[in-house]
T-cell receptor, first 115, second 107 residues
Framework: NAGVTQTPKFQVLKTGQSMTLQCAQDMNHEYMSWYRQDPGMGLRLIHYSVGAGITDQGEVPNGYNVSRSTTEDFPLRLLSAAPSQTSVYFC??????????????FGNGTRLTVT | RKEVEQDPGPFNVPEGATVAFNCTYSNSASQSFFWYRQDCRKEPKLLMSVYSSGNEDGRFTAQLNRASQYISLLIRDSKLSDSATYLCVVSPTKFYFGSGTKLNVKP
């Protein structure tokens, strides 16, 4: 199993550009989520999904869209990039939200810089 | 009040020392507890789950105290390679992260 795969690893965007960060998992996990982590800060939840066709907002959803058309994929779209979105983005999945002893598995991260 | 609170540290300890971190949580209905390790600008990696009876994995011991609503992580015989940030995660339903405790192990 590859686990959670994120692409790209690095990305530089100009202000106003849009792009999609890809996330795929091969563990048949129902729960998937996106976090951002700014330097010296903790993880902040952007969006999450408890299953195909279901998405919901996290703590910092503004400027981002998600969709979950399949169990495996959970892309994150930046609609119009801003310098404030410069961050490291992590995708994470779990068997099921709230399931006992079902930890989050993280992808390697995407390091995004917006100039 | 935050769902999960951790002392940010840093904890600066010599090699071979024993060090312990605590993490308090506010939701008494929480069922699942985890410790993660995060190296600088890398993804968090699961270190261990925390079970009610306590559990050990090599030099690492995790404990849960439901009455006082905290979990702990004990690291024995610290190695230089243990230097990292340690995150506690608590899950009643959603996942709640502590802000992390930074550990520096020095020669």
């Amino acid at each position: 199993n590859a686990g959670v795969t994120q692409t790209p690893k690095f990305q530089v965007l100009k202000t106003g550009q849009s792009m999609t960060l890809q996330c795929a998992q091969d563990m048949n996990h129902e729960y998937m989520s996106w976090y951002r982590q700014d330097p010296g800060m903790g993880l902040r939840l952007i969006h999450y999904s408890v299953g195909a066709g279901i998405t919901d907002q996290g703590e910092v959803p503004n400027g981002y869209n998600v969709s979950r058309s399949t169990t495996e994929d959970f892309p994150l779209r930046l609609l119009s990039a801003a310098p404030s979105q410069t961050s490291v983005y992590f995708c994470a999945s779990s068997y099921r939200e709230g399931a006992y002893n079902s930890p989050l598995h993280f992808g390697n991260g995407t390091r995004l810089t917006v100039t | 009040r935050k769902e999960v609170e951790q002392d940010p540290g840093p904890f600066n300890v010599p090699e071979g020392a024993t060090v312990a971190f605590n993490c308090t949580y506010s939701n008494s209905a929480s069922q699942s507890f985890f410790w993660y390790r995060q190296d600088c600008r890398k993804e968090p990696k699961l270190l261990m789950s925390v079970y009610s009876s306590g559990n050990e994995d090599g030099r690492f011991t995790a404990q849960l105290n439901r009455a006082s609503q905290y979990i702990s992580l004990l690291i024995r015989d610290s190695k230089l390679s243990d230097s990292a940030t340690y995150l506690c995660v608590v899950s009643p339903t959603k996942f709640y992260f502590g802000s992390g405790t930074k550990l520096n192990v020095k020669p």
